[in-house]
């Protein structure tokens, strides 16, 4: 998300780092590799003058500092619950449901922001898996979403509520 964020706003960084798992750092780049959000915290927490990027919800728990960004409507936007939820809503949810949000619209947007997905087939050979699957679905799209922000995730815009659950009903 960092990278293809970075790739998208920069020209330059695209060609010559891109995007991906492992980017193409420059040599000579002092980096400090970190797995999962709970290991780049604690690399972050003890290498003086650090810069990393971890999860929003992992941020506000371990109550690291977090940086206001410059979004695509050249206005600083700190993150959080509202410039989350601008971020998201800005997304056109496709037929596929996949989306990608490397520089959302929105002056209230948050530059970095993307969903957290679920991927199920659209058919299983057992009924009642299906039948567990889909409620599943209706629980994270309704008891889930009053506490999503205690749980680190902003609450998905209405749009994509309706768009899921439209799409839940095709798992079969």
């Known amino acids: 998300v960092f990278t293809k964020h970075l790739s998208t706003i920069s020209p330059e960084f695209s060609s010559t780092v891109g995007f991906g798992k492992t980017p193409h750092w420059p040599a000579g780049v002092k980096l400090v590799k970190a797995p999962k959000n709970d290991g780049v915290t604690a690399t972050i927490k003890q290498t003086p003058g650090a810069i990393g990027y971890i999860e929003y919800g992992f941020a506000r728990m371990t109550k690291l500092p977090m940086a206001s960004l410059e979004n695509k409507a050249g206005k600083f936007v700190a993150p959080g619950l509202a410039?989350?939820?601008?971020?998201?809503?800005?997304?056109?949810?496709?037929?596929?449901?996949?989306?990608?949000?490397?520089?959302?619209?929105?002056?209230?947007?948050?530059?970095?922001?993307?969903?957290?997905?679920?991927?199920?087939?659209?058919?299983?050979?057992?009924?009642?898996?299906?039948?567990?699957?889909?409620?599943?679905?209706?629980?994270?799209?309704?008891?889930?979403?009053?506490?999503?922000?205690?749980?680190?995730?902003?609450?998905?815009?209405?749009?994509?509520?309706?768009?899921?659950?439209?799409?839940?009903?095709?798992?079969?």
């Open 83 to 172: 410039g989350g939820q601008a971020a998201l809503a800005s997304a056109k949810i496709p037929e596929n449901m996949r989306v990608w949000l490397p520089d959302p619209e929105g002056a209230d947007s948050y530059a970095i922001a993307t969903y957290t997905w679920m991927l199920f087939y659209k058919k299983y050979d057992d009924p009642k898996k299906a039948e567990v699957l889909r409620k599943m679905v209706a629980y994270c799209l309704d008891e889930g979403q009053k506490i999503s922000d205690k749980a680190g995730y902003i609450p998905l815009p209405p749009n994509v509520v309706e768009a899921v659950r439209k799409a839940s009903a095709n798992i079969q």
